[in-house]
């Protein structure tokens, strides 16, 4: 069982920076591939990044390439999202996910334990 909590969100001017954190519960941490999805109302969910157990594979989405920079620190059992140059079209609920030994999936449905997400607001 992982437990998982999201920090960091806020409302934020264009073109800023957030940086969001996810805290794991457990002691096998370095053995799960984290993700972060983000959902506003009357839209699918979207992956914006991913990252696979190992570290060797990462994910971004297209609309976030360049901006957001996931990263994990398996000492500290916490991955990140740094997001720089935000914009308006970035206000969602943002959650962490985390999937044993996954590849660094997009797909929602490889993911087992999640978040309650935070919240980020992006005014224009």
């Known amino acids: 069982q992982v437990q998982l909590v999201e920090s960091g969100g806020g409302l934020v001017q264009s073109g800023g920076s957030l940086r969001l954190s996810c805290a794991a519960s457990g002691r096998t941490f370095n053995r799960y591939a984290m993700a972060w999805f983000r959902q506003t109302p009357g839209k699918e969910r979207e992956c914006v990044a991913a990252?696979?157990?190992?570290?060797?594979?990462?994910y971004y989405a297209d609309s976030v390439k360049g901006r957001f920079t996931i990263s994990r620190d398996n000492a500290k059992n916490t991955v990140y999202l740094q997001m720089n140059s935000l914009k308006p079209e970035d206000t969602a609920t943002y959650s962490c996910?985390?999937?044993?030994?996954?590849?660094?999936?997009?797909?929602?449905?490889?993911?087992?334990?999640w978040g309650q997400g935070t919240q980020v607001t992006v005014s224009s």
């Open positions: 990252i696979s157990w190992s570290s060797g594979r990462i």
């Open positions: 996910a985390a999937d044993e030994l996954g590849s660094g999936s997009s797909r929602s449905r490889e993911y087992d334990y």
